[in-house]
């Protein structure tokens, strides 16, 4: 088979079965009926050396993974787990039992996992300080010493921290074929491979040796270098060298042609990807977000209203085309799958940026969610701050230099149907004007319920300390709105006119203000801004 062995990797966790009459070996030895618990601090077997340890590992609060790692390395590093899909809460135990099977259980005593050794003749199982501890039946991890026979695959992990099957797969097919391909997660439906690019021959086995560019000096626990092979999440097959001399020093290879050119042809949806530092690099295009920040294979989504459908009102001035060079999306012929649906849209697939694709990607957005620069927007703010700080100042000194002046009760024009309400009757129907709805230059606006009158919600407008100006706005108000009755214009229920206190009872608008509706978040379509000022006239034609 033309492939170098060192490159073609897979783990080989090889629990050794010893026969009653074989020789013990170098090793640790557990008899059958041993047990682990999973506990806070790790529980494990070690091997002779303390290279390699089998047992339970913990993930966070999330609970634990039954596992083998590398043991003296400053970072735990695993290299096989059985329960990926299923990690055990504390209290969970394996053990190694009296008919040679490794079983699995959580405290309940319910079965997670189970492995049956060999039918009969255990005596015990042990650890090598190969790292070797068991089933030919290897996660995403290859060590030195192993060897995968024809149908053996390795499944990368769903993410970083996350040791769930995933979605890509390193596999020596039936037919002697070897090939990386993906799945249709989370389904075992695969699909076409991505590597190689051209057939290779085939071969009834790979074989993790010790020749070529993996080094060995002996076979007896003297090696000069911790290494592995291991099908990554991200979809590339890379070889990993510690050396055993400088713990904390660490190198890492990765052939370029396991690097595939394809590799960023397998992203979640929305996504577009780009290699950075060897490694595939996931990115939300601009006006989109991740789904889930801590799950960016979830994808992306729109972080913005789409466009109207309405012909009559296209809305193409709330959109613009964004560039994006050397990107493509090219998985946008997958639509062709979905012809027949009822869907009139389908995300987007496949994306990748790459310095070697010429073209470009054009990405329509809202206007509104383009970004500016941060200098404009700094200037802007304090600009803004300025002028407001200035408005402040003008009306302090505007009110210091007027004198209030008693003011005259003002009496009840005739011909108008209001109500005079007291200023305790009033305060208490706003709990003591504890809930503001706004406020203008010479009031403030409260909610208010009249509990006599069936717990009838309205809005009471309270003058400031009354000077020449408020009072004049004052008598206007009552005289101008009192009179009017217009489906357009707020009713005004009643007033106050006691002494100092002057306030207005107005009907209570549920959808708030005009001002709010017109500039908030979602802002309305042109043609109901068009109708708002048509019925804004009315009503100021009426009055």
């Not at 505007?398 to 209001?418: D, E, I, Q, R, T």
Request: hydrophobic share 40%; aromatic share 12%; charged share 20%.
């Amino acid at each position: 088979m033309a492939l170098q062995v060192s490159y073609l990797l897979s783990l080989l966790l090889l629990i050794l079965l010893l026969p009653y009459s074989t020789t013990a070996q170098t090793s640790s030895n557990q008899s059958l009926g041993s047990s682990l618990t999973a506990q806070e601090k790790d529980s494990y077997w070690a091997s002779p050396s303390g290279d390699f340890a089998f047992g339970f590992s913990q993930f966070g609060k999330g609970g634990y993974l039954l596992a083998i790692w590398f043991n003296k390395l400053p970072e735990k590093t695993v290299v096989w787990s059985a329960n990926g899909d299923n990690l055990v809460p504390g209290g969970s135990k394996v053990e190694l039992t009296k008919d040679g099977k490794f079983v699995l259980n959580d405290p309940a005593g319910l079965e997670i996992w189970k492995f049956n050794l060999v039918s009969s003749g255990v005596a015990y199982a042990a650890m090598l300080d190969t790292g070797n501890f068991s089933f030919d039946h290897p996660t995403d991890t290859m060590l030195p010493s192993q060897t995968m026979s024809q149908g053996s695959k390795l499944v990368a992990r769903y993410s970083e921290m996350n040791y769930s099957n995933g979605r890509f797969l390193f596999q020596l097919q039936l037919n002697g074929s070897l090939v990386l391909h993906t799945r249709a997660y989370p389904t075992d439906y695969s699909y076409a491979d991505y590597w190689p690019e051209e057939p290779i021959g085939s071969g009834f086995k790979v074989v993790f040796n010790q020749s070529g560019s993996i080094i060995f000096t002996t076979a007896n626990g003297s090696i000069d270098f911790y290494q592995r092979a291991i099908m990554e999440y991200d979809g590339v097959l890379r070889h990993y060298v510690y050396p055993k001399s400088s713990l904390m020093s660490r190198s890492r290879s990765s052939l370029p042609t396991f690097i595939p050119s394809s590799i960023c042809n397998f992203v979640p949806l929305n996504i577009y990807c780009m290699l950075d530092d060897q490694r595939p690099k996931c990115q939300c295009p601009d006006g989109y977000t991740f789904i889930d920040p801590e799950d960016v294979m979830k994808g992306c989504k729109q972080n913005f209203l789409s466009q109207s459908c309405d012909e009559a009102l296209p809305e193409s001035d709330l959109f613009y085309l964004k560039s994006m060079p050397n990107t493509e999306w090219p998985g946008l012929s997958d639509y062709e799958f979905f012809l027949g649906q009822d869907e009139e849209k389908v995300p987007l697939s496949n994306g990748r940026m790459d310095s070697s694709f010429e073209g470009k990607a054009l990405i329509k957005i809202r206007k509104d969610n383009s970004t500016l620069k941060p200098l404009v927007l700094l200037s802007s703010s304090v600009f803004l701050n300025l002028l407001f700080l200035l408005a402040v100042f003008l009306l302090v000194f505007h009110f210091k230099s007027w004198k209030p002046k008693a003011l005259k009760p003002y009496p009840v024009m005739p011909g108008m149907n209001l109500r005079s309400y007291t200023n305790e009757e009033l305060t208490e129907a706003t709990n003591g004007f504890r809930e503001e709805l706004g406020r203008g230059a010479f009031a403030k606006l409260y909610k208010g319920v009249l509990e006599y009158e069936g717990r009838k919600l309205v809005a009471v407008k309270r003058m400031n300390d009354m000077v020449k100006e408020g009072d004049l706005e004052f008598k206007a108000e009552v005289s101008a709105i009192g009179r009017t009755n217009h489906r357009n214009l707020v009713q005004l229920l009643g007033f106050c006119n006691k002494g100092q206190h002057r306030l207005l009872v107005y009907e209570f608008m549920s959808n708030g203000s005009l001002a709010s509706f017109l500039f908030g978040v979602l802002q309305p379509y042109w043609h109901q801004r068009i109708q708002i000022a048509l019925e804004a006239a009315r009503g100021l034609f009426h009055s």
